[in-house]
T-cell receptor
């Protein structure tokens, strides 16, 4: 069974640009959550999508947005990039948005560097 | 607002020794998750604790949950070098059937031969 696939693995962007990250969940999973990991703030919840609807959102500015497609793949977009957006972005896949007995499955992440 | 505290933040221990990582959280939750992260890697699910008194064991790791004390522990028995990693606990807050995880700060564990 394929795992959670995140693309690209690495990105370097310039301040002011925008970026789109992609996450393909495990086949059959309908919930995708996004997390930001930085050395200073740790792991923080961005948002969660289920059946193309955003059900939950963390405390991030509106520059951070996302969407989910009918095949459950999800994208997140960050506009007007700032240096502080440099982070590892992780997505987590689950069947319906709560943990199964195996917990959430995380992708390998996208490491974004803003210069 | 849910707060999750882990201690210690850093732990350096010799192979063969035992130690415990603590995870305290501030609001009611009946479930808790433990994850492992190797440097530059993603999060690997270790344990899913779904009720008060839950205890799970896998190899040299054992996790438990006391929802009344709002405390979970991750116990390491006879540590080996392969266990060197950062360990996170995560507490879910449910909202309309989906969960938003609040992670602890992580415990960076280094096992010294």
């Amino acid at each position: 069974k394929a795992g959670v696939t995140q693309t690209p693995r690495y990105l370097i962007k310039t301040r002011g640009q925008q970026v789109t990250l992609s996450c393909s969940p495990i086949s059959g999973h309908r919930s995708v959550s996004w997390y930001q990991q930085t050395p200073g703030q740790g792991l923080q919840f961005l948002f969660e999508y289920f059946s193309e609807t955003q059900r939950n959102k963390g405390n991030f500015p509106g520059r951070f947005s996302g969407r989910q497609f009918s095949n459950s793949r999800s994208e997140m977009n960050v506009s007007t990039l700032e240096l502080g957006d440099s982070a590892l972005y992780l997505c987590a896949s689950s069947l319906v948005g709560t943990a199964s007995s195996r917990g959430y499955t995380f992708g390998s992440g996208t490491r974004l560097t803003v210069v | 607002e849910l707060k999750v505290e882990q201690n210690p933040l850093f732990l350096s221990m010799q192979e063969g020794k035992n130690y415990t990582i603590y995870c305290n959280y501030s609001t009611t939750s009946d479930r808790l998750y433990w994850y492992r992260q190797d440097p530059g890697k993603s999060l690997e699910s270790l344990f899913v604790l779904l009720s008060n008194g839950a205890v799970k064991q896998e190899g040299r790791l054992m996790a438990s949950l006391d929802t009344k004390a709002r405390l979970s522990t991750l116990h390491i028995t006879a540590a080996v070098h392969d266990l060197s990693a950062t360990y996170f606990c995560a507490v879910p807050a449910s909202n309309f059937g989906n969960e938003k995880l609040t992670f602890g700060t992580g415990t960076r564990l280094t096992i010294i031969p």
